[in-house]
């Protein structure tokens, strides 16, 4: 498997967002505008934004919508970065010291939040890691609750830049949590640290627990769909599709981990998946790799 040209950025919690309660008529006039291109799609969405920056061109909102619907990356940042500008202006002097320990809940520091958690990660998939990192980092400072659910994006980042030592410590504070994203970020994490070994074979095996569905997936025998899925659930398909799509070629991209899967999830595919046909395709395929 290799890096996709997408990432489903599911885990991201996305919210509507209100504006700032002292914002200027012509902002919430805006927003209004936003609020309906949302119910729209293609053409119209599109058009209903770019309305908005009429009124207001420092709608962070619209320059966000518009970046969702950009499908070049490199211009879909340029628009992310417009819209973290503006709210940044919107926001207004000293924002970051005047906002401290009520982002997100002051929903006006939300149009910040997501089009810097967007930009993200579409800066992950550019492989600009250290910018995306410092993102990350700074969206947990502000937020340490996390209401976006950045934590999951920041751990796939982490493997990714082989940052082992933060990465461990945001998994210890999220020990108790039962999600594909960090309990397979976790088992991988530590095979390459360690290689294969009881203790990182029980870590895969409590992954595969949490979802069953992920070797499946990542073996490719079940296609990934054209698109992300828009909503999941811990321990569904969905949820094994979300994970595959944005950190499925880490597996590959760490000599032995796939052949590893398959070797020590063999005995548990085989008698816990449900369609046993799929089961066997997917132990061959990962045994060969999904490169080969």
């Known amino acids: ?48 934004a770019k309305e908005a920056l009429d009124i207001f061109p420092d709608c962070s909102e619209a320059h966000s919508l518009i970046a969702e619907e950009t499908s070049d990356r490199p211009a879909r940042m340029k628009q992310y970065r417009k819209a973290i500008a503006s709210a940044e202006k919107v926001l207004g002097n000293d924002w970051e010291r005047r906002y401290k320990g009520s982002f997100w809940l002051a929903s006006e520091t939300r149009p910040l939040m997501h ?29 340490p609750t996390d209401h976006q ?15 082992g030592e933060e990465l461990e410590r945001l998994l210890s504070k999220h020990e108790d949590e039962a999600s594909a994203v960090l309990s397979y970020t976790k088992a991988l994490h530590l095979f390459r640290k360690y290689g294969e070994s009881e203790k990182t074979n029980q870590f895969l095996i409590k992954a595969f627990q949490v979802n069953n569905h992920v070797p499946i997936y990542l073996a490719e025998v079940l296609p990934l ?27 590959a991209d760490i000599d032995g981990a796939e052949k590893w899967m398959a070797e020590t999830l063999a005995s548990e595919l085989e008698k816990n998946y449900p369609d046993k046909e799929l089961a066997e395709k997917a132990i061959k395929k990962l045994k060969k790799g999904t490169k080969s």
């Open 1 to 48: 498997m290799t890096k996709r040209t997408t990432k489903s950025n599911v885990f991201l919690i996305r919210r509507e967002t209100a504006g700032a309660t002292k914002a200027p008529e012509q902002l919430r006039l805006a927003q209004k505008k936003v609020s309906q291109a949302r119910a729209e799609e293609g053409k119209k969405r599109l058009a209903l």
């Open 115 to 143: 089009a810097m958690a967007m930009l993200a990660i579409d800066l992950q998939w550019e492989d600009q890691i250290d910018e995306a990192l410092d993102i990350y980092r700074k969206l947990l400072e502000w937020n």
């Open 149 to 163: 659910g950045v934590h999951y994006q920041f751990a796939a980042c982490l493997l990714e830049a082989n940052r």
């Open 225 to 251: 769909p054209e698109t992300a899925p828009s909503t999941i659930g811990f321990g569904d398909e969905r949820e094994a599709e979300a994970y595959v799509m944005d950190c499925g070629y880490l597996w």
